[in-house]
């Protein structure tokens, strides 16, 4: 059954239903404050630049529950989500509402357009996944210490004889220890493959939240926020030195060297003090990517 009212008009209507001056006045307006920033935010923290065409054109499906647990964390979508629940929204009726930047509908555009197939990377470093039980389980040799065992047979000697026998015990006794440090002090074990990809994965991650966190702060202050002073001369002297150009790295890493600053007395200034009418860091961290 075709609703009556335009999608757009509904949930405008469901979102702000006593509107104030400093709210949109349509959902047309609410979509370029609001929806689309926060797009912008989550694919530049996704894919961390937007050099492929992947991260172009992410292709965000709106009724997919993993795109919209990512797309959940940002305030403006996650009460787009809950007005779509609300108001008992269908899944044609969102694919065909949810055609703007970043969404699948604009993947889908591309491709037919140019004729050309957006390959999805994510999650192609994950192998199937095999059941442990399944496996032909190998036992594991572990290298041990072999002991042997000797029977020594003790003979009673007068003088000479018995003090050369106690020296050739010692002798003895002293290789059979050496021969046994030896054999415990074995090199370690090779560090694990999947450990290593799994710390290569969180490196990763960090990068992109470093980056992300570097652009809204450098948004931030090219707003006029009011930083803390040793933060701004930094950001003053670098700017001033490479030609109006601090890159993201450059204020991760001075915040990492600073931690009297406190990156949480920060980005709480950059909450507090970022204006509606301002330009959105997201943008910035788009620009900068």
Excluded at 72 to 93: D, M, N, P, S
Excluded at 94 to 109: L, M, N, P, S
Aim: net charge negative; with cysteine; charged share 35%.
């Amino acid at each position: 059954m075709r609703r009556q009212t335009p999608i757009a008009q509904t949930l405008y209507a469901h979102l702000y239903p006593s509107p104030s001056p400093k709210d949109p006045s349509n959902f047309s307006t609410h979509l370029s404050q609001h929806l689309v920033p926060e797009v912008r935010l989550e694919v530049a923290t996704f894919y961390g630049d937007l050099n492929s065409t992947e991260a172009r054109y992410p292709g965000l499906n709106y009724c997919h529950p993993p795109h919209r647990a990512r797309l959940a964390r940002f305030k403006h979508h996650a009460r787009l989500f809950r007005a779509f629940t609300e108001l008992g929204l269908t899944y044609q009726e969102i694919q065909d509402f949810c055609c703007w930047e970043g969404t699948r509908w604009a993947r889908e555009r591309f491709e037919r357009d140019e004729g050309v197939k957006v390959r999805d990377t994510t999650g192609e470093e994950i192998g199937a996944w095999v059941d442990w039980r399944d496996r032909d389980l190998v036992p594991e040799v572990k290298g041990g210490i072999e002991r042997k065992t000797e029977v020594r047979v003790c003979v009673e000697r007068g003088g000479e004889d018995a003090e050369m026998e106690d020296e050739g015990d010692v002798e003895d006794d002293d290789d059979d220890e050496g021969s046994e440090g030896s054999d415990e002090t074995a090199s370690p074990p090779e560090p694990n493959e999947e450990v290593q990809a799994r710390e290569e994965h969180m490196d990763l991650i960090r990068n992109r939240r470093d980056t992300s966190i570097s652009a809204r702060i450098l948004a931030a202050w090219e707003e006029g926020t009011a930083l803390p002073p040793e933060l701004e001369q930094y950001l003053k002297e670098r700017s001033e030195r490479n030609g109006h150009q601090v890159r993201d790295t450059d204020i991760f890493e001075f915040l990492r060297t600073r931690r009297r600053i406190g990156l949480d007395a920060v980005m709480t200034a950059v909450e507090s003090g970022a204006a509606p009418e301002a330009r959105s860091a997201v943008e910035v961290a788009a620009t900068a990517a």
